[in-house]
């Protein structure tokens, strides 16, 4: 059975650092991995999506490396901010339908 | 971009009364929704995979007579919890996945947050 593991659960920077939060699963045959933010209270909202046959996906500051082989995914944040402070969610899916596996999570706290 | 909508956002009801919560995609057809439990500073848990027109299949440990998922039609699923007790408070989560071939993503509703006291 999949899962998902997310270190560290909690970090604490100050704002403009760069920094990564690290996700690693147990089987490696996967179909795509997410990424998502939550703030507290609140929905999902989706971050990056990386489909197995991919390497890394950016948005923005944000930057998502997948290495199936190893079991791994990273998202970096560049020149955090504040506004940058929330939950954030490592998912994966094994195949196409079904559903996403979560882990527990980083929550982050950027201060000014 | 794709939407999923919830109804309602919160809801508090009182022990031994059931509760409705029903999820939609407002712009597309899902054919399969997934729903999701969380409870507070928890991940998310996978309840039980709905395909339209069809029975939910229920994960391992989640009660299927005491959640009771409805989807009658590709842009609606109802979860409704049953008899509900204190330990059922939590935030539910739907989401919906986009018949649509290839990244097989998964949209995701604003969440239900359900107190019962």
């Known amino acids: 059975k999949q899962e998902v593991t997310q270190i560290p659960a909690a970090l604490s920077v100050p704002e403009g650092e760069n920094l990564v939060l690290n996700c690693s699963f147990t089987?490696?045959?996967?179909?795509?991995l997410q990424w998502f933010r939550q703030d507290p209270g609140k929905g999902l909202t989706s971050l990056l999506l990386?489909?197995?046959?991919?390497r890394e996906q950016t948005s923005g500051r944000l930057n998502a490396s997948l290495d199936k082989s190893s079991g791994r995914s990273t998202l970096y944040i560049a020149a955090s901010q504040p506004g940058d402070s929330a939950t954030y969610l490592c998912a994966v899916k094994d195949q196409a339908g079904t559903a996403l596996i979560f882990g527990k999570g980083t929550t982050l706290s950027v201060s000014s | 971009g794709a939407v999923v909508s919830q109804h309602p956002s919160w809801v508090i009801c009182k022990s031994g009364t059931s509760v409705k919560i029903e999820c939609r995609s407002l712009?597309?057809?899902?054919?399969?929704m997934f729903w999701y439990r969380q409870f507070p500073k928890q991940s998310l848990m996978l309840m039980a995979t709905?395909?339209?027109?069809?029975?939910?299949?229920?994960e391992q440990g989640v009660e299927k007579d005491k959640f009771l998922i409805n989807h009658a039609s590709l842009t609606l699923s109802t979860l409704t919890v049953t008899s509900a007790h204190p330990e059922d408070s939590s935030f539910y989560i739907c989401?919906?996945?986009?018949?649509?071939?290839?990244?097989?993503?998964?949209?995701f509703g604003p969440g239900t947050r359900l107190t019962v006291t």
């Open positions: 709905s395909n339209e027109g069809s029975k939910a299949t229920y």
């Open positions: 089987d490696s045959a996967i179909y795509n």
């Open positions: 990386i489909q197995s046959s991919q």
């Open positions: 989401s919906a996945s986009a018949p649509r071939g290839g990244a097989g993503e998964q949209y």
């Open positions: 712009d597309f057809q899902a054919t399969t």
